[in-house]
């Protein structure tokens, strides 16, 4: 019918041009905090700073630049707070020490492992201990007791430090800590 105007057309006499609905202002994005899974962003922002900041701090400090001198000195100073032994550093840089013992960093690269495992896995793995609840936090807690027996050791004069005893324990501790938390950090939501 010639004067009528179809849902598909507009009404222009006789030509019939094809009408192409805008589409409907898109659905507003979602707020940034529902897309960040911010346990896991934290963590991996630790994560980061915790590999990079020991190593680097005896550079910063031997730079002499005042501002990298101040970076240094807040790495030092949480490195003296989380270390026991930060004195037995790598020397890096002389006079300036890695700001944490290979213990704590074998604890890290042990972390590090298994954040670059679970990014490969996604969680799907035997190995993943969080999957075992109450048994899997017990023996994650049995295999991070590495660190402080072997602390307890050389305490107790059983041996003297070893940045080659001292490193596996360490990671062992690591590879615990980070085989149970992985999951539970990083974990996918999926809602919907």
Wanted: hydrophobic share 50%; with cysteine; glycine share 10%.
């Amino acid at each position: 019918m010639k004067g009528q105007v179809d849902k598909q057309t507009r009404g222009q006499g006789d030509k019939g041009t094809k009408f192409f609905p805008l589409p409907l202002s898109p659905s507003p994005p979602l707020p940034l905090s529902s897309k960040i899974n911010w346990a896991s962003f934290i963590a991996d922002f630790l994560l980061v700073g915790m590999v990079f900041g020991p190593p680097i701090a005896p550079f910063l400090a031997a730079s002499g630049v005042w501002l990298l001198g101040s970076i240094a000195d807040i790495i030092y100073f949480l490195g003296d707070h989380v270390c026991p032994q930060p004195s037995m550093g790598l020397d890096l840089a002389p006079p300036f020490l890695m700001a944490v013992c290979m213990r704590c960093y074998g604890t890290v690269t042990g972390l590090l492992i298994t954040r670059l495992l679970y990014a490969v896995t996604s969680g799907r793995g035997f190995y993943w201990l969080s999957q075992y609840g109450w048994s899997g936090a017990a023996l994650a807690s049995v295999l991070m007791m590495a660190y402080p027996l072997e602390l307890a050791a050389q305490i107790f004069g059983l041996w003297s430090f070893n940045n080659y005893l001292v490193t596996p324990f360490g990671l062992i501790t690591g590879l615990a800590w980070g085989l149970f938390a992985m999951p539970i950090l990083h974990e996918r939501k999926i809602s919907g």
